[in-house]
């Protein structure tokens, strides 16, 4: 099955600093990509997805980027602030199921 | 609108029984997914109901079933609970099955086994 490695594990910047989180996948059948941010005592909130037909994505500070042939994708948060503190996921899903895998969190810690 | 709504959001049981978590999806969302969250394992996929079936499992023993209801609520069952079940259980909701789909995740509930 499908196996998603996520690092780093922990990420420390200081307020404005951009912060970058990789994933790489390991099964071509993935073809949609999501990123979830989970501040504590929540669930995961879906902050940006992309799908296998499309290079890059941007929203306002955050951005992600694919690259299918290397089966890697990151995130990027630009101008972080103190609330962009929390844990991110990255996940994979294949194109057939409605079932994700997901890596295994990075602890972004934003110090104002 | 509302969101997934899970509950109970805390719940604390004792080795050998069982537990049933309710899962109420996004109003007009028909398909329901399970996950486990540990901080040794991470998210793990458990199950998808979509229409009332189930449409995929993970990869866990037969004691974590489901079912999901004409309305498209769901319900998780553990039995014969066991220490390693502590864990937050999140579901998450979607328009349909199949892949691609953007998954609304609710609070969890925290189950801790004594």
């Known amino acids: 099955g499908e196996n998603v490695e996520q690092h780093p594990s922990t990420l420390s910047v200081q307020e404005g600093d951009s912060a970058v989180i990789k994933c790489t996948y390991s099964?071509?059948?993935?073809?949609?990509f999501p990123w979830y941010k989970q501040e504590l005592g929540k669930g995961p909130q879906l902050i940006i997805d992309?799908?296998?037909?499309?290079g890059e994505k941007k929203d306002q500070r955050i951005a992600v980027t694919l690259n299918k042939t290397a089966k890697h994708f990151s995130l990027h948060i630009t101008e972080t602030q103190p609330e962009d503190s929390a844990v991110y996921f990255c996940?994979?899903?294949?194109?057939?199921?409605?079932?994700?895998?997901f890596g295994s969190g990075t602890k972004l810690n934003v110090k104002p | 609108k509302a969101g997934v709504t899970q509950t109970p959001r805390y719940l604390i049981k004792t080795r050998g029984q069982q537990v049933t978590l309710s899962c109420s999806p996004i109003?007009?969302?028909?398909?329901v997914s399970w996950y486990q969250q540990t901080p040794g394992q991470g998210l793990q996929f458990l199950f998808e109901?979509?229409?009332?079936?189930?449409?995929n499992k993970g990869n866990f023993p037969g004691r974590f079933s489901g079912r999901q209801f004409s309305n498209s609520r769901s319900e998780m069952n553990v039995s014969t609970l066991e220490l390693g079940d502590s864990a937050l259980y999140l579901c998450?909701?979607?328009?349909?099955?199949?892949?691609?789909?953007?998954?609304?995740f609710g609070a969890g509930t925290r189950l801790s086994v004594l």
């Open positions: 998450a909701s979607s328009w349909t099955s199949g892949g691609g789909n953007i998954q609304y």
């Open positions: 099964d071509s059948a993935s073809n949609y």
């Open positions: 992309i799908r296998s037909n499309v």
């Open positions: 996940a994979a899903s294949p194109y057939n199921f409605n079932k994700f895998y």
């Open positions: 109003s007009g969302h028909r398909s």
């Open positions: 109901y979509f229409s009332e079936t189930q449409r």
